[in-house]
């Protein structure tokens, strides 16, 4: 009785080993009418490796209440380096009081100006150029301009990095 459950048990173990292959009744497994399996036995190929890394950049835009001039930085791989190049760019034009208006990051920056004097500028940033110089007009106008154009618009661009 005991070799007789044992043998019982192998035909059943046979059996569901059987019925996890795609193929239809009588046809070998591994012949193209089977369809795909688990994958367990197939081996896939892992997926590509990465080559390298896109790095996001930074940029800066300096301006200076006793000049009605702006200074830009752009693709800098820190805050800190961006900051400081486009401070390097007021204060080697002779302004003293040079000061960070707007930073960014991995997006775009638009710088609208009205003709009148006493008006502030806008400056806006977006992820698409477009925008930047939409939210840069509408801040412009917010501080009093009524003819307000962009006088400076840029993207900060990623860089690739090979691994």
Known sequence: MKNFVIFLFMIFLAESGYCQTACPVGVV???PQCGPDSGTSRGDAAPPRPTGEWIKTWG???G???SSQAWASIGK???KDAE???LDQCESAGV???SVEFTYRNQCVAVASASSANTKTGIGGA???STAKNNALHICEKNGGSDCSVIYSDCTKPIFKKY
């Open 96 to 98: 003293k009081d040079c």
């Open 127 to 129: 992820p698409e150029i």
């Open 84 to 86: 400081a190049d486009a």
């Open 77 to 79: 791989l820190s805050k």
């Open 29 to 31: 497994p591994g012949s």
């Open 64 to 66: 200076a209440g006793s």
């Open 60 to 62: 800066a835009i300096v």
